[in-house]
């Protein structure tokens, strides 16, 4: 493909003649064809990538149309009608010219990303220096041309491919590699190419702040892009919470309807709405996966690879394998290949110490202590579902551990043990990074979100918010109870934020945080407290609310009037330099709750005092 020819999103979609019009027969096309290439009836538009920290544009990217009047216009239909009568040569041809002559005559400042294909990088008449000679022609400079190599086939001679990029690095031209993660091999591809830049494909890029797994394949890429000396392009970037994001993750370059649209005529000022996104102060709130417990392990986390018996093995071979390996608790009985079931390690020795038993049973097959309704699990269950079967199955399945399969085909053994180890640590891991009963953000990404804000000398303001008299309220209505008025609480501060800026966490227990980068941040906070006051009501029996309060039992056991839960906030305003780590900012919210907390009823302390 040559300039543009891959450009089909958004609006680019509505161009495409498969969607305007009825598809012209192959007859129609043709003729239209030859009238474009003799004619030369192309247009280039070009769309300005700007370097994020400066908003300055940095160069432009040349997308070819067809004649407006034709099926032929997108991009899309040009190169298939092209490809399909065989003139793909003579149309890429006519594309690079087209987009050169136009970046030329506009002229047009920074740096031209000329589309190029593999395929057309290898052609012996561009080898022979058909586009440098063309570049001399018309008085452009080589080292202003980089050739963003588009990806249509699933493999590549790459061997020759690199032989070609040093050959026009030699000239002065560099090299960019277009839509990272959408093609057959565009990692290979730039492994083995190194280029100067390489573009994120816009799928990645798109609603980036409500997915973490594409966050994460942007944070990935950029760490690959600092050790590769590469620099990247994020395309297709859209809106102001995706400009955001990249511009937090100190992604260098940027492109998309955002920032500026294509037009044969290009803007050379950056969009209103781009511009002012750069000047404003502050970090991303990050997108999170709200899954309390990971559910992406396996039983392969847990596989133990055990020589089975089989049925024909006597109890005394049994035996002397426990004996030689001494750390094992249970063995899978197998029969070609079909577990039948376990033997466990004190089952077997508690019935040969019975006098005469294994005078008896010793010679006898294995099957005679073996648990012959074992628990069979596949190797892809989770964890969590294999502990809910575990407990389903019985108490004994914890001790005799269970037999993992591969298409019911015997594989290897689990213990009890290792799965209650597995579990535990994915809980202790999931209420670090999510609170389980509000799913929202637990200590370490607040931390990390703090550390974040600290690091960006970005002002800001801390709110801990705190349940006043829960525990009574606890002892009197319930834990249930008590759970919907935490998580209540959780989603009454959850409307009150700007997600894009304001960061939510539940600290634990009743105790949450909130991380305001909203200049009306007191406004929301009084927000708070209204709405809850409001909310809690139902949460209360109505003589309970008439009252006040209620009576029970304190810990020297006498009955004492307790009054309705409130809501504390103590909040800390963070200037820049003020504080230099989150223990710092978290003893001195701890310290601001306390104060609210002597006030009556709902309340909010503001700590305004500087260090």
Not at 374 to 379: E, S, T
Request: proline share 5%; with cysteine.
């Amino acid at each position: 493909m040559a300039a543009g020819a891959k450009k089909v999103s958004a609006d680019g979609l509505a161009e495409c003649c498969a969607l305007t019009m009825p598809e012209p027969n192959r007859s129609e096309l043709l003729p239209l064809l030859v009238e474009i290439i003799e004619k030369r009836r192309l247009t280039a538009n070009f769309q300005p990538i700007i370097a994020m920290a400066a908003g300055e544009i940095v160069g432009y990217e040349g997308l070819i149309r067809g004649p407006s009047d034709s099926p032929l216009h997108s991009p899309f239909c040009l190169f298939k009608a092209a490809g399909q009568f065989g003139l793909m040569p003579k149309v890429e041809r006519l594309c690079r010219q087209a987009t050169l002559d136009a970046f030329v005559q506009l002229k047009l400042v920074g740096k031209l990303f000329l589309n190029v294909s593999p395929e057309c990088l290898l052609d012996p008449d561009f080898r022979s220096g058909e586009i440098l000679n063309y570049m001399r022609s018309i008085g452009l400079d080589p080292r202003r041309v980089v050739i963003e190599l588009t990806e249509n086939q699933p493999t590549y001679d790459y061997l020759k491919l690199l032989e070609a990029a040093r050959y026009y690095r030699s000239m002065g031209l560099e090299i960019a590699i277009d839509d990272l993660g959408e093609g057959f091999s565009s990692l290979r591809l730039w492994s083995e190419l190194r280029p100067e830049y390489v573009k994120i494909d816009q799928h990645f890029i798109q609603n980036i702040n409500q997915d973490p797994v594409k966050l994460q394949f942007v944070r990935s890429i950029q760490q690959i892009a600092e050790n590769s000396s590469t620099q990247i392009i994020a395309e297709g970037i859209e809106t102001h919470a995706e400009f955001m994001i990249i511009k937090d993750l100190s992604i260098i370059f940027g492109q998309g309807y955002y920032i500026a649209r294509p037009n044969a005529i290009p803007t050379t000022v950056v969009s209103t709405d781009a511009t002012s996104s750069l000047r404003q102060n502050g970090i991303s709130v990050y997108p999170r996966n709200s899954m309390a417990v990971k559910k992406t392990l396996s039983a392969m986390k847990l596989l133990i690879s055990v020589i089975p018996v089989t049925p024909k093995m006597d109890n005394d071979a049994v035996y002397r394998r426990f004996s030689e390996e001494p750390t094992l608790e249970s063995l899978p009985v197998v029969k070609e290949g079909v577990p039948l079931g376990l033997i466990n390690r004190n089952t077997l020795i508690d019935g040969f110490a019975r006098p005469y038993r294994r005078e008896l049973y010793g010679k006898k097959s294995c099957t005679q202590f073996m648990d012959s309704s074992p628990l069979v699990v596949d190797k892809h269950i989770s964890l969590q579902d294999l502990s809910n079967a575990v407990v389903a199955a019985g108490q004994r399945h914890l001790s005799n551990g269970f037999i993992i399969t591969d298409q019911d085909e015997y594989l290897g053994i689990g213990t009890g043990h290792d799965l209650m180890r597995e579990i535990t640590q994915m809980q202790i891991s999931a209420a670090r990074y999510a609170n389980p009963l509000t799913l929202l953000p637990g200590n370490v990404p607040i931390d990390e979100h703090i550390d974040r804000l600290l690091e960006n000398q970005v002002g800001f303001c801390v709110c801990y918010f705190d349940l006043d008299a829960f525990k009574p309220y606890n002892d009197i209505y319930g834990y249930r109870k008590g759970d919907e008025v935490i998580q209540a609480t959780g989603n009454i501060l959850l409307h009150a934020c700007d997600v894009e800026q304001d960061f939510v966490g539940h600290i634990g227990g009743d105790d949450f945080i909130i991380l305001f980068q909203s200049h009306d941040w007191e406004l929301r906070c009084r927000d708070v407290l209204t709405n809850f006051a409001r909310e809690i009501v139902p949460f209360f029996k109505p003589e309970h609310y008439a009252q006040g309060g209620y009576f029970s039992m304190d810990r020297k056991g006498q009955n004492v009037f307790h009054s309705l839960v409130t809501l504390s906030i103590g909040a800390v305003l963070v200037s820049p330099g003020r504080f230099s780590s989150h223990h710092e900012i978290s003893t001195a919210t701890v310290t601001a709750k306390h104060q609210a907390k002597q006030m009556v009823g709902n309340s909010l302390f503001v700590e305004r005092r500087e260090h």
